[in-house]
């Protein structure tokens, strides 16, 4: 069973299904995100929308509803938006001027940010090594506590970081940190490596707050009645679940990513 | 090197009769000059920006009403200089790999 909706497709009422619908509306999204510094953007996807509602008629061969199937196959054709090469070239150096006045955009594809995650201060100096390559934030802060002490200009410069340079708040904003593009695959990569380090944590923590408790209870066991042994069973029984819970997240996200590649929107 | 070749194959397309998008692209797809569709729009749309394509809105038998292409003065001066240039291309190159066979 699947909940339908009706669209207006290049000037076509079409009846669709809600995943499709989902698929088509994202397809779209994309394709206006690509074609965002061409001035005839409205121009392109009105006539791509038309192109697709074409397409669909031509798949649907007097079927009444619009399936993911047939939205995959227009799509397929139309083909992705990395594979639709235009080569604007007012617009291109439009977007070049933009980075330079608005953000802090460089020819790597990095952006400066500060780091929230690994910060003594604000982040200002582990920004800057993720920016410049360094491995080691440490060396960055040698550099500027260094720079303060003998010259003092390090302070100000750091102050005048710290009020200038965004936070790294986003999933995005982290991968143009690094200088990866925020794609489906590396959001998904980043957000499994998160929740590694949330697995490691929590089995160190349960760990230890198991083992305090199975070691009251084994007390318990040779104190008292051997009925409390029911609880240690429990207890020692948990610690494997949130292991599962991060595996499953992991096999979802991973089958979100593939998807994502296999429909060609990254 | 495809860049302005796909130019010159679209621009020759309309210059024959006016064609509406979806002409020019099984015409491409037949030749097998464009893999995916989407490339065909973004093209049209700058050839129309510098001024070498116009197009006219056209009831159709079947469906809302199609945009019709046809080729502009500059644009047909545009597309004989193409293909002059094409033409130079293409006895240089039968040229040079005439005269590899013959030696």
Sequence with gaps: MNKTTQINLGGISFTIDEDAFKRLDLYLHELEAHFEYSDSRGEIIADIEARLAELLTENLRGSDIVTIKNVADAIKVMGAPSDIDDEPVTNQSHRRSEGKDGTWDIKTGKRLFRDPDDKVVAGVCSGLAAYFGIEDPIWVRLTFVLASVTIGFGLIIYIAAWILVPEAKTAGDRLAMMGHSANAKNIAGMIERGLDDLSDTLKENWESITKKKSDDNSRKFFMQKPNSFGDDVLVLRRPSLPAKIVQSAKRKLKSLANRCDDSQYV | ?103
């Design chain 2, 1 to 103: 090197m495809r860049k302005g070749i796909l130019e010159l194959c679209i621009m020759s397309i309309i210059a024959e009769k006016e064609v509406y998008p979806s002409d020019i692209i099984s015409k491409l797809k037949e030749a097998e000059l464009i893999v995916v569709e989407g490339t065909l729009y973004p093209l049209l749309s700058r050839l129309k920006n510098a001024g070498l394509l116009s197009y006219s809105w056209r009831e159709s038998t079947a469906g809302p009403p199609r945009k019709y292409f046809n080729l502009t003065t500059d644009g047909k001066s545009f597309l004989a200089e193409l293909n002059q240039n094409w033409n130079r291309l293409v006895n240089a190159v039968d040229t040079t790999t005439q005269t590899k066979r013959d030696e």
